[in-house]
């Protein structure tokens, strides 16, 4: 329904209503012809007086005239015993009426009820023409020139915006592949880690091409309404031909494009299956040289349909990772725009310091710089503030130096992260210490900052042991000098327990599971391999845990001095950067 058509219903309904209003003066006069009313005393006066005429009774209500011709009207009393007989003995004319409702009184509820279906009836058709127009004029294209952002605002993925360039040429300039008979690919899916910038590269995509953009969540396809998902898919690509050429850019496709028949509803054909079959049918329907691009990203391309990824859609599947040292630098370079930093300032040296921050976190990182700065009341950006930053980072929010802690627990807290710092000084193959603090920051009473002095890609099972073992140091340390373990140990485990059994289901690092990779499990509760096979699993975690952490004991009463020292050092000045921990210990 429409809304012409639902404004017209509106219209009749409120006629009906207007009629039925002018309907009751037809029943009740107006109130200067109405008879007057007098009270039971002042009726039975005027009855002893032989004043009264006739009268007509209905119900309680005495109706009657006095011997003048003048009309009024009495409300009788509960009880009105001998009122026949005095009527009869003063010669009054009197009739007896039962009362009857008006017809239109007694309709009234039949028009309500009328009336409440007709509306409910024009809100759901609203309510589901609201829902179509979703699929059909909800998303909007970024017409050309309307996106500022090109490649020169991304940096650090020099290899996957020559891949997107070739898109991008392929926009402005598809003649030049026709004559050659080659076929830009019709899909590209660009898939990594949160906050490496697949987002940003689309919207450089559609500033470089100059065509329309048209962008929008996966999980907006997935609608209330049954059908109205897979609706929105064939009309969102019908808009995009009549734009040809155009990008459509869908963000988190894993919301829609998951594989089909996983989770829950095994089998079934949900909304969520019904719009990715539409998907999947719109993708294979493409012309050869239709000019419509379908550009996605997602954090999880192993959920993905198979289907999805076959060649004819997403042909291209380009990985956006973490950036590398010099491309940290590039990125920082682009963030650093417009901000006031210190001359001495260098960012290669702050790139080689957050291996593994992605685009996101070194613009974060300079923006909490930048604020750092303001707040200390500088007008440039030093390395201390930087230095700052990156705490905040990594440990998950400011320090908490106002915090009252108790001595007992400040050295506690001393002791845990002095286990960290020595264990990954002393171990080979683990990240060199770049800074340890007691000072609380976040939820963590303290921490230690390793980092490795070169970007790496690949981890052999000792470099892995020997990150585990820096985990375990802290709890090693508490029961090495303080004789119990407390629960500050807490992430610890958990990180441990998660690389140890990533080691053994994921890398075939084990010894008696041997060689097999288990797939992670899409939905809670879905066992992805047999109960001998996880019990087999958790059995290995805990051996090689418990391996780790008797070398690491043995490691740390063997330094027993070296580790009291260092306690000592860091209780006294709170924080020590990794050169001053590598001197305290002689290493």
Same mark, same amino acid.
């Given at each position: ?329 590039? %990125? !920082?370079? =682009?963030?650093?725009?417009? *901000? $006031? ?7 290669? &040296? /702050?790139? +080689? ?17 930048? %604020? !750092?700065? =303001?707040?200390?009341?500088? *007008? $440039? ?7 700052? &930053? /990156?705490? +905040? ?195």
């Amino acid at each position: 329904m429409s809304s012409d058509r639902t404004r017209e219903v509106t219209k009749r309904i409120l006629l009906v209503l207007f009629a039925l209003w002018l309907l009751q003066f037809a029943f009740f006069p107006p109130l200067a012809s109405r008879p007057a009313e007098l009270s039971y005393s002042a009726f039975l006066d005027a009855l002893a007086e032989r004043r009264i005429a006739e009268v007509v009774i209905t119900d309680r209500v005495l109706e009657g005239e006095f011997v003048s011709g003048e009309a009024f009207t009495v409300t009788l009393p509960a009880e009105t015993t001998g009122l026949a007989e005095r009527l009869e003995e003063a010669g009054v004319e009197q009739q007896y009426k039962v009362a009857r409702q008006p017809w239109w009184l007694a309709l009234l509820p039949t028009v309500i009820w009328l009336g409440a279906m007709i509306g409910l009836f024009a809100w759901a058709q609203k309510r589901q023409a609201g829902a179509m127009g979703l699929a059909r004029g909800a998303v909007k294209p970024l017409a050309p020139g309307e996106s500022t952002v090109t490649f020169a605002d991304v940096a650090g993925v020099d290899e996957v915006k020559a891949d997107l360039e070739e898109i991008v040429d392929y926009l402005r300039n598809p003649d030049k592949y026709r004559q050659i008979g080659a076929r830009i690919p019709r899909g590209v899916l660009l898939y990594g880690p949160p906050g490496t910038g697949k987002t940003l590269l689309a919207r450089a995509v559609a500033g470089e091409a100059g065509v329309p953009f048209f962008a929008l969540s996966g999980s907006s396809f997935v609608e209330l309404f049954v059908g109205m998902g897979a609706s929105r898919v064939r009309d969102l690509f019908a808009q995009a031909r009549k734009n040809a050429p155009c990008i459509i850019f869908i963000d988190e496709i894993d919301a829609v494009g998951r594989q089909r028949g996983a989770g829950p509803v095994a089998g079934g054909h949900d909304e969520r299956e019904q719009t990715l079959n539409q998907l999947l049918t719109e993708m294979d329907g493409f012309g050869a040289y239709e000019g419509v691009i379908v550009l996605a990203a997602t954090n999880r391309p192993d959920v993905l349909d198979r289907a999805l990824l076959r060649p004819g859609r997403f042909d291209r599947q380009i990985p956006v990772g973490p950036p590398d040292a010099k491309g940290r630098e590039e %990125i !920082l370079r =682009v963030h650093a725009a417009g *901000k $006031q930093l210190d001359p001495s300032l260098d960012l290669a &040296a /702050i790139a +080689r310091r957050t291996p593994g921050f992605t685009g996101a976190d070194l613009a974060n990182l300079l923006n909490e710089a930048a %604020i !750092l700065a =303001v707040r200390r009341g500088r *007008k $440039q950006i030093t390395m201390n503030e930087i230095d700052e &930053a /990156i705490d +905040r980072v990594v440990a998950g929010g400011p320090a908490r130096k106002g915090r009252m802690i108790r001595p007992e627990e400040k050295r506690r807290i001393a002791v845990h992260e002095a286990g960290h710092a020595l264990v990954a000084t002393l171990t080979p193959g683990a990240d060199p210490v770049q800074k340890v603090t007691v000072i609380p920051r976040g939820r963590a009473g303290g921490f230690t900052l390793t980092a490795p002095e070169e970007d790496q890609m690949l981890y052999t099972r000792s470099e892995l042991e020997a990150r585990l073992k820096m985990m375990l140091g802290g709890l090693a340390a508490e029961e090495v000098l303080m004789g119990e373990r407390s629960t500050g140990a807490q992430d610890d485990l958990k990180r441990a327990t998660q690389i140890a059994r990533e080691m053994i289901s994921r890398y075939g690092m084990g010894e008696s599971v041997g060689l097999m990779s288990v797939p992670e499990a899409d939905w809670p509760g879905v066992q992805t391999v047999s109960q001998e096979s996880a019990a087999a699993i958790e059995r290995e975690v805990q051996s090689v845990l418990d391996r780790l952490y008797r070398e690491v004991r043995r490691l740390i009463e063997a330094n027993r001095d070296r580790l009291v020292a260092l306690v000592v050092e860091l209780s006294d000045r709170e924080t020590l950067d990794g050169d001053e921990v590598r001197q305290i210990l002689g290493a």
